[in-house]
């Protein structure tokens, strides 16, 4: 049983500012680049993005029962997005999506979207050094700046 594989990464000029994303996908034998941005936007919001857009396109592109059997392994460059889905979420959800310190929980539609995403499939979430050579965190970040809109 083969494992889907994703690295994921975002990009932005100034914060916030034009920005992009980037994902590169493997999966029996086949690696997808995809990728895309805004013209204002925040780093976090297109590390965010790329994750969302991974999945989407694999939900699109995968046989459900195919996908729901195997399990994803998603790799990150930013602790926001692994410790906001492995940790943070479940906090902000049972507080109506408030912070620890009662403040809403910013890019809480994104989040809620990944959150939806993410029910009932089995993902491991692993952070991955940024520009530590890692040749498909490299891709994925390559595809977030070319895709950055200026």
């Known amino acids: 049983m ?13 914060n916030p500012g034009p920005g992009g994303w980037g994902a590169v996908i493997l999966f029996e034998n086949v690696k997808k ?25 694999c939900n699109a592109t995968y046989n459900k029962e195919s996908l729901t059997s195997k399990k994803i392994k998603i790799y990150t460059d930013s602790i926001y997005v ?18 620890a310190d009662k403040k809403e929980v910013k890019n809480i539609d994104l ?10 499939k089995s ?20 595809l977030a700046k070319k895709s950055t809109t200026t």
């Open 82 to 99: 692994k410790n906001g889905i492995t940790i943070w979420i479940n906090k902000w959800e049972k507080n109506n999506w408030k912070t």
């Open 123 to 142: 993902i491991e979430w692993n952070w991955v050094k940024g520009h530590s050579y890692n040749p498909m965190n490299e891709l994925a970040d390559k």
């Open 33 to 57: 680049e995809i990728f895309g941005g805004e013209k204002i936007t925040t780093n976090n919001r297109m590390e965010l993005t790329a994750t969302i857009k991974a999945i989407e396109y």
């Open 2 to 14: 083969m494992d889907v594989i994703i690295y994921t990464d975002g990009s932005c000029v100034g």
């Open 111 to 120: 989040w809620k979207n990944l959150r939806s995403l993410t029910k009932n």
